[in-house]
């Protein structure tokens, strides 16, 4: 959560709100937030950390862990409309990657201003397509695969 | 939904389920037992929680932000190492 805490000033400047969850108790979170994320990055965690000490919130996410009794790594960006535009779950041990979170956020936003569709490994200012008819079968006219890296 | 008294327990909600079942996938709850409904292009699932915001602790619900972007994180555990 560190790291996205350190991000918190970038996804604030893009309009996003970030809620934690984790089946600790909101206790532990005060506690975590003092002796250790505030530590990491400057003024720690910026924003709710919440508390779901039934799972019950992770079950209706489906990332509810039974045998282990905790909420696993799953992440949702939804959108103004309360929509889920994109999840991603990890078990424990591999952390996320704040970084591709970011374009992912990036990619609804402009796919919902503009209209347009954005390809695989889309960064801001880099070309987008326009579905529709004409477009069919002439992707490789207007888009190289060495966009996507 | 004001800053809550600091009692040892504070009842939250947990998942809403949504009154018009149209309106988006529903949390079926049977004999206690919540099934996932989560979905992409689905409506996320409303719940209200209590939690921990700079010094304070306050009940949240998902439904308090609509209108903006959100960006929800499960995770396994404070103090754990990832």
Same mark, same amino acid.
């Given at each position: 959560m560190a790291a996205v805490a350190a991000q918190a000033g970038e996804l604030t400047k893009l309009g996003v709100q970030v809620l934690s969850v984790s089946t600790d108790s909101r206790f532990t979170h005060k506690i975590w937030q003092e002796e250790e994320l505030s530590k990491m990055v *400057? !003024? !720690?965690? *910026? &924003?709710p950390m919440l508390s779901d000490q039934t799972g019950a919130i992770g079950r209706i996410y489906g990332i509810y862990d039974e045998a282990a009794g905790v909420d696993i790594r799953g992440r949702f960006i939804i959108d103004p409309d309360g929509i889920i535009q994109a999840m991603e779950v990890l078990t424990p041990p591999v952390g996320r990657n704040v970084t591709e979170l970011i374009r992912q956020v990036k990619a609804f936003q402009h796919v919902r201003a503009t209209g347009e569709v954005t390809p695989s490994g889309w960064q801001p200012g880099r070309p987008t397509l326009t579905p529709g008819p004409d477009l069919a079968g002439k992707v490789w006219k207007q888009w190289k695969v060495e966009n996507a890296f | 939904m004001g800053e809550t008294k600091d009692g040892c327990v504070q009842p939250a909600g947990g998942p809403i389920p949504q009154l018009q079942p149209e309106a988006g996938p529903v949390a079926e709850t049977q004999r206690g037992e919540t099934k996932m409904v989560a979905r992409v292009g689905q409506a996320a699932p409303d719940f209200e929680a209590s939690g921990y915001l700079e010094g304070g602790f306050k009940n949240f619900k998902?439904?308090? &932000?609509? !209108?903006k972007w959100i960006l929800l994180c499960f995770y396994p555990g404070d103090f754990t190492f990832v």
């Amino acid at each position: 959560m560190a790291a996205v805490a350190a991000q918190a000033g970038e996804l604030t400047k893009l309009g996003v709100q970030v809620l934690s969850v984790s089946t600790d108790s909101r206790f532990t979170h005060k506690i975590w937030q003092e002796e250790e994320l505030s530590k990491m990055v *400057p !003024g !720690g965690v *910026p &924003f709710p950390m919440l508390s779901d000490q039934t799972g019950a919130i992770g079950r209706i996410y489906g990332i509810y862990d039974e045998a282990a009794g905790v909420d696993i790594r799953g992440r949702f960006i939804i959108d103004p409309d309360g929509i889920i535009q994109a999840m991603e779950v990890l078990t424990p041990p591999v952390g996320r990657n704040v970084t591709e979170l970011i374009r992912q956020v990036k990619a609804f936003q402009h796919v919902r201003a503009t209209g347009e569709v954005t390809p695989s490994g889309w960064q801001p200012g880099r070309p987008t397509l326009t579905p529709g008819p004409d477009l069919a079968g002439k992707v490789w006219k207007q888009w190289k695969v060495e966009n996507a890296f | 939904m004001g800053e809550t008294k600091d009692g040892c327990v504070q009842p939250a909600g947990g998942p809403i389920p949504q009154l018009q079942p149209e309106a988006g996938p529903v949390a079926e709850t049977q004999r206690g037992e919540t099934k996932m409904v989560a979905r992409v292009g689905q409506a996320a699932p409303d719940f209200e929680a209590s939690g921990y915001l700079e010094g304070g602790f306050k009940n949240f619900k998902l439904s308090d &932000f609509k !209108g903006k972007w959100i960006l929800l994180c499960f995770y396994p555990g404070d103090f754990t190492f990832v």
